[in-house]
Protein backbone atom coordinates (compact mmCIF):
# COMPACT_ATOMS: atom_id res chain seq x y z
CA UNK A 1 0.00 0.00 0.00
CA UNK A 2 1.45 3.52 -0.85
CA UNK A 3 1.26 5.89 1.67
CA UNK A 4 1.28 8.44 -0.38
CA UNK A 5 -1.93 6.59 -2.03
CA UNK A 6 -3.76 4.76 0.32
CA UNK A 7 -6.41 4.38 -1.43
CA UNK A 8 -4.92 3.76 -4.91
CA UNK A 9 -7.03 1.00 -7.25
CA UNK A 10 -9.74 1.21 -4.72
CA UNK A 11 -13.39 2.30 -5.54
CA UNK A 12 -15.54 3.81 -3.70
CA UNK A 13 -19.75 5.14 -2.92
CA UNK A 14 -20.34 7.94 -0.72
CA UNK A 15 -23.64 8.48 0.00
CA UNK A 16 -24.89 12.16 1.11
CA UNK A 17 -21.50 13.46 -1.09
CA UNK A 18 -23.42 16.29 -2.05
CA UNK A 19 -22.01 18.76 0.46
CA UNK A 20 -20.19 18.41 4.16
CA UNK A 21 -18.47 15.53 5.41
CA UNK A 22 -19.66 13.54 2.52
CA UNK A 23 -17.84 15.44 -0.03
CA UNK A 24 -15.03 15.78 2.14
CA UNK A 25 -14.68 12.08 2.26
CA UNK A 26 -15.26 11.89 -1.40
CA UNK A 27 -12.56 14.37 -2.18
CA UNK A 28 -10.23 12.69 0.10
CA UNK A 29 -10.74 9.74 -1.30
CA UNK A 30 -9.88 11.23 -4.74
CA UNK A 31 -6.78 12.64 -3.30
CA UNK A 32 -5.80 9.57 -1.65
CA UNK A 33 -6.06 7.42 -5.09
CA UNK A 34 -9.78 5.70 -4.98
CA UNK A 35 -12.47 6.53 -7.95
CA UNK A 36 -15.75 7.85 -6.32
CA UNK A 37 -19.25 7.46 -7.24
CA UNK A 38 -21.23 10.32 -4.98
CA UNK A 39 -24.74 9.99 -4.63
CA UNK A 40 -27.31 12.45 -3.06
CA UNK A 41 -30.45 13.97 -4.09
CA UNK A 42 -28.96 17.76 -5.21
CA UNK A 43 -27.78 16.78 -9.10
CA UNK A 44 -26.10 19.81 -9.75
CA UNK A 45 -24.06 20.48 -6.27
CA UNK A 46 -23.12 16.35 -6.96
CA UNK A 47 -21.71 17.40 -10.84
CA UNK A 48 -19.39 19.48 -9.21
CA UNK A 49 -18.39 17.34 -6.90
CA UNK A 50 -17.99 14.81 -9.73
CA UNK A 51 -15.84 17.57 -11.36
CA UNK A 52 -13.63 17.94 -8.39
CA UNK A 53 -12.85 14.53 -8.07
CA UNK A 54 -11.79 14.50 -11.81
CA UNK A 55 -10.16 17.38 -11.78
CA UNK A 56 -8.27 15.35 -9.05
CA UNK A 57 -7.30 12.82 -11.68
CA UNK A 58 -9.76 10.10 -10.65
CA UNK A 59 -13.01 8.52 -12.40
CA UNK A 60 -16.24 9.99 -11.06
CA UNK A 61 -19.70 8.44 -11.15
CA UNK A 62 -22.45 11.43 -9.67
CA UNK A 63 -25.60 9.58 -8.62
CA UNK A 64 -28.73 11.07 -8.16
CA UNK A 65 -31.13 9.56 -5.61
CA UNK A 66 -33.18 9.54 -2.81
CA UNK A 67 -31.92 6.93 0.06
CA UNK A 68 -35.59 7.13 1.97
CA UNK A 69 -36.67 4.97 -1.58
CA UNK A 70 -35.49 1.60 -0.76
CA UNK A 71 -35.71 0.72 -4.94
CA UNK A 72 -34.28 3.92 -5.95
CA UNK A 73 -31.68 3.00 -3.78
CA UNK A 74 -30.90 -0.30 -4.99
CA UNK A 75 -30.98 0.79 -8.73
CA UNK A 76 -28.80 3.74 -7.35
CA UNK A 77 -26.16 1.02 -5.80
CA UNK A 78 -26.23 -0.52 -9.35
CA UNK A 79 -25.14 2.74 -11.17
CA UNK A 80 -23.00 3.21 -9.12
CA UNK A 81 -20.81 0.02 -9.37
CA UNK A 82 -21.73 -0.06 -12.81
CA UNK A 83 -20.02 3.35 -13.39
CA UNK A 84 -16.87 1.99 -11.62
CA UNK A 85 -16.90 -1.38 -12.59
CA UNK A 86 -17.61 -2.58 -8.95
CA UNK A 87 -17.34 -1.10 -5.69
CA UNK A 88 -14.65 -1.85 -2.78
CA UNK A 89 -15.47 0.54 -0.07
CA UNK A 90 -19.18 2.02 0.44
CA UNK A 91 -19.68 5.08 3.17
CA UNK A 92 -22.71 4.87 4.45
CA UNK A 93 -23.20 9.05 5.27
CA UNK A 94 -26.57 10.45 4.40
CA UNK A 95 -28.41 11.50 7.52
CA UNK A 96 -28.94 14.21 9.78
CA UNK A 97 -31.41 15.20 12.82
CA UNK A 98 -34.84 16.54 11.61
CA UNK A 99 -36.02 16.90 15.06
CA UNK A 100 -34.75 18.28 18.18
CA UNK A 101 -37.12 18.46 21.46
CA UNK A 102 -37.82 16.71 24.53
CA UNK A 103 -38.45 12.85 23.99
CA UNK A 104 -42.05 13.66 25.61
CA UNK A 105 -43.06 16.57 23.00
CA UNK A 106 -41.53 14.48 20.06
CA UNK A 107 -44.38 12.04 18.29
CA UNK A 108 -44.26 8.34 15.97
CA UNK A 109 -44.38 10.70 13.10
CA UNK A 110 -40.90 12.17 14.26
CA UNK A 111 -39.65 8.68 15.23
CA UNK A 112 -40.75 7.67 11.82
CA UNK A 113 -39.04 10.48 9.64
CA UNK A 114 -35.74 10.58 11.29
CA UNK A 115 -35.59 6.31 11.09
CA UNK A 116 -36.31 6.85 7.41
CA UNK A 117 -33.87 9.09 6.70
CA UNK A 118 -30.77 7.60 8.96
CA UNK A 119 -31.78 4.17 10.04
CA UNK A 120 -33.91 2.57 7.09
CA UNK A 121 -31.79 3.67 4.50
CA UNK A 122 -28.50 2.52 6.48
CA UNK A 123 -30.06 -1.21 6.33
CA UNK A 124 -30.87 -1.21 3.06
CA UNK A 125 -27.10 0.24 2.00
CA UNK A 126 -25.72 -2.36 4.20
CA UNK A 127 -27.47 -5.21 2.74
CA UNK A 128 -26.62 -3.80 -0.54
CA UNK A 129 -22.80 -3.26 0.39
CA UNK A 130 -22.44 -6.73 1.95
CA UNK A 131 -23.84 -8.81 -0.83
CA UNK A 132 -22.05 -6.56 -3.31
CA UNK A 133 -18.52 -7.02 -1.41
CA UNK A 134 -19.16 -10.34 -0.58
CA UNK A 135 -19.43 -11.77 -4.11
CA UNK A 136 -16.41 -9.37 -5.12
CA UNK A 137 -14.38 -11.29 -2.74
CA UNK A 138 -14.38 -8.71 0.01
CA UNK A 139 -13.77 -4.69 0.94
CA UNK A 140 -15.17 -2.32 3.52
CA UNK A 141 -17.90 -0.70 4.64
CA UNK A 142 -18.01 2.73 6.88
CA UNK A 143 -20.72 4.60 8.71
CA UNK A 144 -21.26 7.91 9.50
CA UNK A 145 -22.61 8.03 12.91
CA UNK A 146 -22.26 10.30 15.77
CA UNK A 147 -21.27 10.62 19.30
CA UNK A 148 -24.81 11.17 19.92
CA UNK A 149 -25.33 7.29 19.50
CA UNK A 150 -22.76 6.62 22.28
CA UNK A 151 -24.07 8.14 25.28
CA UNK A 152 -26.88 10.63 26.43
CA UNK A 153 -28.12 13.19 24.11
CA UNK A 154 -30.57 15.50 25.64
CA UNK A 155 -33.21 16.51 22.89
CA UNK A 156 -32.06 14.46 19.86
CA UNK A 157 -33.14 11.46 21.75
CA UNK A 158 -34.62 9.88 18.38
CA UNK A 159 -31.25 10.97 16.10
CA UNK A 160 -29.32 9.31 18.83
CA UNK A 161 -31.13 6.23 19.06
CA UNK A 162 -30.84 5.95 15.08
CA UNK A 163 -27.24 6.65 15.46
CA UNK A 164 -27.18 3.88 17.87
CA UNK A 165 -28.29 1.22 15.94
CA UNK A 166 -26.45 1.97 13.51
CA UNK A 167 -23.30 1.40 15.88
CA UNK A 168 -24.88 -1.77 16.87
CA UNK A 169 -25.05 -2.84 13.05
CA UNK A 170 -21.25 -1.51 12.50
CA UNK A 171 -20.24 -4.39 15.30
CA UNK A 172 -22.67 -7.31 14.50
CA UNK A 173 -21.81 -7.00 10.94
CA UNK A 174 -18.20 -6.54 11.13
CA UNK A 175 -18.63 -10.14 13.38
CA UNK A 176 -20.63 -11.66 10.68
CA UNK A 177 -19.06 -10.55 7.97
CA UNK A 178 -15.40 -11.34 9.06
CA UNK A 179 -15.20 -14.37 7.06
CA UNK A 180 -16.17 -12.59 3.61
CA UNK A 181 -13.26 -10.58 4.12
CA UNK A 182 -15.48 -7.51 4.55
CA UNK A 183 -14.37 -4.71 7.19
CA UNK A 184 -16.89 -2.87 8.89
CA UNK A 185 -16.19 0.27 10.85
CA UNK A 186 -17.60 3.60 11.83
CA UNK A 187 -16.41 7.49 12.30
CA UNK A 188 -18.24 9.12 15.30
CA UNK A 189 -17.81 12.88 14.82
CA UNK A 190 -18.58 15.38 17.44
CA UNK A 191 -19.96 18.86 16.64
CA UNK A 192 -19.24 19.45 12.79
CA UNK A 193 -19.91 22.94 10.98
CA UNK A 194 -21.90 21.65 8.29
CA UNK A 195 -24.65 22.90 6.80
CA UNK A 196 -26.53 19.75 9.30
CA UNK A 197 -25.77 22.12 12.37
CA UNK A 198 -26.54 25.55 11.11
CA UNK A 199 -29.35 25.78 13.15
CA UNK A 200 -26.41 26.16 15.76
CA UNK A 201 -23.70 27.82 14.09
CA UNK A 202 -25.90 30.38 12.66
CA UNK A 203 -26.56 32.09 16.11
CA UNK A 204 -23.08 33.24 17.30
CA UNK A 205 -23.60 32.79 21.31
CA UNK A 206 -24.74 29.27 20.41
CA UNK A 207 -21.98 28.63 18.51
CA UNK A 208 -19.55 29.69 20.74
CA UNK A 209 -21.82 27.67 23.99
CA UNK A 210 -21.37 24.81 22.38
CA UNK A 211 -17.60 24.73 21.34
CA UNK A 212 -16.85 25.67 25.18
CA UNK A 213 -17.97 22.52 26.13
CA UNK A 214 -15.77 20.90 24.01
CA UNK A 215 -12.32 20.29 25.76
CA UNK A 216 -10.59 21.65 22.01
CA UNK A 217 -13.03 24.74 22.60
CA UNK A 218 -13.62 24.43 18.99
CA UNK A 219 -16.42 23.22 16.34
CA UNK A 220 -14.45 20.47 13.59
CA UNK A 221 -14.88 21.10 9.89
CA UNK A 222 -15.70 18.18 7.35
CA UNK A 223 -12.04 17.74 6.94
CA UNK A 224 -11.32 16.78 10.09
CA UNK A 225 -13.10 13.38 9.19
CA UNK A 226 -11.48 12.81 6.25
CA UNK A 227 -8.42 10.99 7.78
CA UNK A 228 -10.01 8.66 9.38
CA UNK A 229 -12.15 7.51 6.87
CA UNK A 230 -9.15 7.13 4.18
CA UNK A 231 -7.53 5.25 6.80
CA UNK A 232 -10.40 3.05 7.64
CA UNK A 233 -11.00 2.16 4.01
CA UNK A 234 -7.31 1.85 3.50
CA UNK A 235 -5.63 -2.13 3.17
CA UNK A 236 -3.68 -0.35 6.26
CA UNK A 237 -6.58 -0.53 8.53
CA UNK A 238 -6.80 -4.77 7.49
CA UNK A 239 -7.25 -5.40 11.42
CA UNK A 240 -9.52 -3.02 12.17
CA UNK A 241 -13.43 -3.78 11.93
CA UNK A 242 -16.18 -2.83 14.29
CA UNK A 243 -14.46 -0.46 15.34
CA UNK A 244 -15.88 3.17 15.94
CA UNK A 245 -13.33 6.02 15.77
CA UNK A 246 -14.69 9.04 17.99
CA UNK A 247 -13.66 12.40 16.19
CA UNK A 248 -15.01 15.13 18.79
CA UNK A 249 -12.15 17.29 20.25
CA UNK A 250 -12.64 15.07 23.56
CA UNK A 251 -16.33 16.19 23.93
CA UNK A 252 -17.57 12.64 24.75
CA UNK A 253 -15.38 11.57 27.01
CA UNK A 254 -14.93 14.85 29.82
CA UNK A 255 -16.01 14.89 32.88
CA UNK A 256 -18.78 17.11 33.57
CA UNK A 257 -18.28 20.80 33.27
CA UNK A 258 -19.15 21.03 37.20
CA UNK A 259 -16.46 18.30 37.40
CA UNK A 260 -13.89 19.96 36.00
CA UNK A 261 -14.52 22.98 37.40
CA UNK A 262 -14.43 21.80 41.27
CA UNK A 263 -11.09 19.58 39.86
CA UNK A 264 -9.67 23.13 38.22
CA UNK A 265 -9.58 21.52 35.17
CA UNK A 266 -9.68 24.35 32.10
CA UNK A 267 -8.11 26.76 29.61
CA UNK A 268 -6.89 28.78 32.74
CA UNK A 269 -5.67 25.48 34.15
CA UNK A 270 -3.88 24.06 31.49
N1 LIG B 1 -22.38 17.97 11.34
C1 LIG B 1 -22.26 17.33 12.50
O1 LIG B 1 -22.03 17.94 13.56
C2 LIG B 1 -22.36 15.83 12.53
C3 LIG B 1 -21.95 15.17 13.70
C4 LIG B 1 -22.05 13.79 13.79
C5 LIG B 1 -22.54 13.07 12.71
N2 LIG B 1 -22.94 13.72 11.58
C6 LIG B 1 -23.46 12.89 10.49
O2 LIG B 1 -22.70 13.13 9.33
C7 LIG B 1 -23.50 12.85 8.19
C8 LIG B 1 -23.35 14.00 7.21
O3 LIG B 1 -23.83 15.18 7.84
P1 LIG B 1 -23.34 16.64 7.47
O4 LIG B 1 -23.05 17.32 8.74
O5 LIG B 1 -22.32 16.60 6.42
O6 LIG B 1 -24.70 17.24 6.92
P2 LIG B 1 -25.10 18.03 5.61
O7 LIG B 1 -24.09 19.06 5.28
O8 LIG B 1 -26.51 18.43 5.83
O9 LIG B 1 -25.01 16.90 4.47
C9 LIG B 1 -25.94 15.86 4.44
C10 LIG B 1 -25.74 15.10 3.16
O10 LIG B 1 -26.72 14.05 3.10
C11 LIG B 1 -27.47 14.17 1.91
N3 LIG B 1 -28.83 13.76 2.13
C12 LIG B 1 -29.70 14.23 3.03
N4 LIG B 1 -30.90 13.64 2.89
C13 LIG B 1 -30.77 12.77 1.86
C14 LIG B 1 -31.65 11.87 1.21
N5 LIG B 1 -32.92 11.74 1.60
N6 LIG B 1 -31.18 11.14 0.18
C15 LIG B 1 -29.89 11.27 -0.23
N7 LIG B 1 -29.02 12.09 0.34
C16 LIG B 1 -29.45 12.84 1.37
C17 LIG B 1 -27.37 15.64 1.53
O11 LIG B 1 -27.49 15.82 0.13
P3 LIG B 1 -28.80 16.29 -0.66
O12 LIG B 1 -29.49 17.34 0.15
O13 LIG B 1 -28.24 16.76 -1.96
O14 LIG B 1 -29.63 15.04 -0.81
C18 LIG B 1 -25.95 15.96 1.94
O15 LIG B 1 -25.05 15.56 0.92
C19 LIG B 1 -24.91 12.61 8.69
O16 LIG B 1 -25.18 11.23 8.76
C20 LIG B 1 -24.89 13.21 10.08
O17 LIG B 1 -25.83 12.61 10.94
C21 LIG B 1 -22.86 15.08 11.45
Redesign the pocket.
Known sequence: MSLAHPLAGKRALV??????????IALAYAEAGADVAV?????A??DAVAADVKNLGRNAVPVV?????PDR?AAAFDEAADGLGGLDTVV??????QHSGAFLDLTDGDWTRTRG??LD?AVGLLRLAGRHLAANGGGSVL??????GLGGAPRLSL?AAS?AAIISLTQTLAVEWAEAGIRVNA????????????GFTGHPPVKEALAAEVPQQR??A?ED?TAAAVFLASDGASLATGSVLVL?GGLSTQLSAVARGLLGIGRAAA
Not at 65 to 69: K, N, S, W
Open positions: TGASRGIGRALARDGALCDVTDLNNAGGFLNPSVVSIAYKVAPGWIDTKLTSWGPVD
